[in-house]
Nanobody
């Protein structure tokens, strides 16, 4: 199983980025997909999750209205559109797969990607 996250980079506050996570080695449509992030010196935290079909989503309060999770089951890919970025969004972003939708606890996820760095300058 492989989850390959990409799309991170350096952006100014107020800017946008789109993260992608390409998944292989599992039946993608059988898994809900989540994004987590970990800032320097902090614990990894939940960002967003989307259900198997893509019709249900859930977000951390800190990102609601700015970040949007979506998926393309034909392409085995999950996305995180990040708008109106803030310096506090700076972190390594990870995608992960879980059987059940709505899970916000990282230890409950079955598979993880390697992470992609997002840096937001003020």
């Amino acid at each position: 199983v492989q989850l390959q996250a990409s799309g991170g980079g350096l952006v100014q506050a107020g800017g946008s980025l789109r993260l992608s996570c390409a998944v292989s080695g599992l039946t993608f449509s059988n898994y809900a997909m989540g994004w987590f992030r970990q800032a320097p010196g902090k614990e990894r935290e939940f960002v967003a999750v989307i259900n198997r079909g893509g019709g249900l989503t859930s977000y951390a309060d800190s990102v609601k209205g700015r970040l949007t999770i979506s998926r393309d089951n034909a392409q085995n890919t999950v996305y995180l559109q990040m708008n109106r970025l803030k310096p506090e969004d700076t972190a390594v972003y990870f995608c992960a797969a879980v059987r059940q939708f709505g899970v916000r606890v990282d230890r409950s996820y079955d598979y993880w990607g390697q992470g992609t760095q997002v840096t937001v300058s003020s």
